[in-house]
């Protein structure tokens, strides 16, 4: 199969970084399908082109489906691994799983252009969904989590993100489909910073200031990296693209950790991995100051499946 008949994935997938994002999550209303498809086509298709007006701010996004809206949206075929959110608990930690209809990623380098975009996107769905959550994403400083740790060093790089993040020829049908993963966490950032540096840092398996990552040996196994970074049984790393922002308030605020990958698998593993841990008593303890208060799965379909459906 020629890359030239490679469906059009949905620009926001595979971006790089932007300064600020906005996270909308809607459910849909009853009985509204037949007029939702070409709504979604519509929005779709908008987010494409927005993309080449506003491209000087780095303007991208994508719409994804809900695992469990999916066969109600698009009853005719199913991306073949898609399947609700791994909600998981153990100890005290725990990855619950809020689902939602839909989620739409908007991401610019100016935040009045993602308003706008947004007021419209909302605008277009009156009468189809209810909005449930919104959030604002933020960099901060130079990319760090509110940690104050960099976040997104070991991402993929470059045509790599593409290979890690969307659906190949595996399930044909949706091809250049990416699943999608939403946690937001809420910080206890109060508990984290009476930490000692060197302490947030072994928990971590980095270095705060300098960004650098421990040597092997010096990693303990309930650190961050060493909990994720996983491997298949022939030794290849599994890998996933986060595109995960920083967002909130004084009030509550946290990380809106989002995974995309061409298999749910990679996540749902390393979500294990992290709270439940790996049978010898060793979780990540990250989560002693970080909660999940959402968790959701998505399937964001490449741009030509969406507007297929357009009227
Ligand atoms: C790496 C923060 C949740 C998967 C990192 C790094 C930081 C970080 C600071 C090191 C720098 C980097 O390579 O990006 C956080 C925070 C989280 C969170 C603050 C939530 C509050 C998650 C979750 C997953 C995950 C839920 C997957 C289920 C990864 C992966 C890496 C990573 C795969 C790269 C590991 C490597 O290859 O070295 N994270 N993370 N993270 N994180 Fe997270």
């Given at each position: 199969m020629g890359t030239l008949d490679m469906p059009r994935e949905q620009?926001?997938?595979?971006a790089e970084g932007n300064l600020h994002a906005v996270y909308l999550m809607f459910n849909a209303n009853d009985g509204v399908e037949a007029q939702m498809r070409p709504c979604l086509a519509n929005i779709a298709q908008y987010i494409y082109e927005l993309a080449d007006q506003y491209a000087d701010s780095a303007f991208n996004g994508f719409v994804a489906i809900g695992a469990n809206y999916w066969d109600a949206l698009y009853?005719?075929?199913?991306?073949?691994?898609?399947?609700?959110f791994p909600a998981m608990e153990s100890g005290n930690r725990d990855a619950p799983a809020i689902e939602y209809d839909l989620f739409f990623h908007l991401r610019c380098d100016r935040m009045d252009i993602l308003h706008l975009v947004a007021n419209e996107v909302y605008g277009m769905l009156e009468g189809l969904a209810e909005l449930e959550d919104e959030e604002r994403g933020f960099r901060f400083m130079d990319a760090r989590d509110l940690t104050g740790f960099v976040d997104g060093t070991e991402n993929p790089k470059g045509r790599n993100r593409q290979q890690v993040a969307l659906v190949d020829e595996q399930d044909p049908e949706f091809r250049g489909g990416s699943y999608i993963h939403v946690q937001k966490y809420v910080h206890n950032l109060r508990k984290w910073q009476r930490l000692p540096t060197q302490k947030q840092e072994d928990i971590i398996g980095r270095t705060k200031q300098d960004n650098i990552e421990y040597e092997s040996e010096d990693?303990?196994?309930?650190?961050h990296i060493k909990r994720v970074n996983l491997k298949d049984e022939n030794g290849q790393s599994l890998e996933i693209l986060r595109q995960s922002l920083p967002f909130g308030t004084v009030r509550q605020q946290g990380l809106m950790f989002i995974s995309t990958c061409k298999t749910p698998e990679h996540f749902e593993k390393m979500l294990h991995s992290m709270?439940?841990?790996?049978?010898?008593?060793?979780?990540?303890?990250?989560m002693h100051f970080t909660q999940a208060v959402t968790g959701s799965s998505f399937f964001a379909p490449s741009l030509d499946f969406i507007i297929q459906f357009s009227e």
């Open positions: 620009l926001g997938i595979c009853p005719d075929a199913r991306p073949a691994e898609l399947r609700p990693k303990p196994l309930t650190a709270i439940v841990g790996d049978g010898a008593g060793n979780h990540d303890h990250l």
